[in-house]
Structures are given as structure tokens and as C-alpha cells.
Nanobody
Framework: QVQLVESGGGSVQAGGSLRLSCAAY????????MGWFRQAPGKAREGVATIYGGGGSTSYADSAKGRFTISQDNAKNTLYLQMNSLKPEDTAAYYC???????????????????WGQGTQVTVSS
């Protein structure tokens, strides 16, 4: 079965940086889309950044543009999210997700993603 395991979360001060990693296990054919999503207490899960398999196009939420960078290493089956200039409003549990259904682009809607990790907590203090 496909398993996704996030790591790299933690507590940082506003303006700091974190690099999240997501390792994928249990599949051999790669993916079409991978992405990072986040969910704060009492709020709906929202898309942060996505990338098309094979190093294709990326999509970012407006809140992430200019600060976050998504990338992947297909040989290692690992997804990354570099987060710079963190703000208190970035505080949330961050999840990686993947979906292998063929599509033209990778959207930011969580409902489009089939496989999910357990999440890693990011806390940004002011």
C-alpha cells in the first residue's frame, strides 16, 4: 500500500525557515501529482503547493507565492517544501499527498488527491 511520511516540521520564529520532506513508500510507478496541504485547528484543509510528476509545472496558493518552493526527487520518491519568511498564519499541520490519475495539471483542491501522509506540525511564533 502507498504510504507517505512527512518530516521536518517544528517551531520557529516569524521570518524563519523550514524544509519539509515527504518520503513515499509502497509504489513503483511514480505519480502524476504531488502536493503539500495544511490544516489549522477549526479550519478546512487547504492546498499550499503542487507539482506535476517528472518535474513539471507547479502551482502555489497566493499565500505561499514568493516564500515557498515545492520540489521533488523522483529517484528517491521524495517531495520537499522549502518554506521561507514564515508567518504566524502559516501555523498548521502540513500534509503531503499524491494522486496518480492522469490529468493536465495538478490543482490545489485536496479532494483531488487520493493518498495522504499523517502530517507534520509547523508552529510559527510572533
Amino acid at each position: 500500500q502507498v504510504q507517505l511520511v512527512e518530516s521536518g516540521g517544528g517551531s520557529v520564529q516569524a521570518g524563519g525557515s523550514l524544509r519539509l520532506s515527504c518520503a513515499a513508500y509502497g509504489y513503483n510507478y511514480g505519480t502524476i501529482c504531488m502536493g503539500w496541504f495544511r490544516q489549522a485547528p477549526g479550519k478546512a484543509r487547504e492546498g499550499v503547493a503542487t507539482i506535476y510528476g517528472g518535474g513539471g509545472s507547479t502551482s502555489y496558493a497566493d499565500s505561499a507565492k514568493g516564500r515557498f518552493t515545492i520540489s521533488q526527487d523522483n529517484a528517491k520518491n521524495t517531495l520537499y517544501l522549502q518554506m521561507n519568511s514564515l508567518k504566524p498564519e502559516d501555523t498548521a499541520a502540513y500534509y503531503c499527498a499524491t494522486d496518480w490519475r492522469l490529468r493536465a495539471y495538478c490543482g490545489l483542491d485536496p479532494v483531488e488527491y487520493r493518498y495522504w501522509g499523517q502530517g507534520t506540525q509547523v508552529t510559527v511564533s510572533s
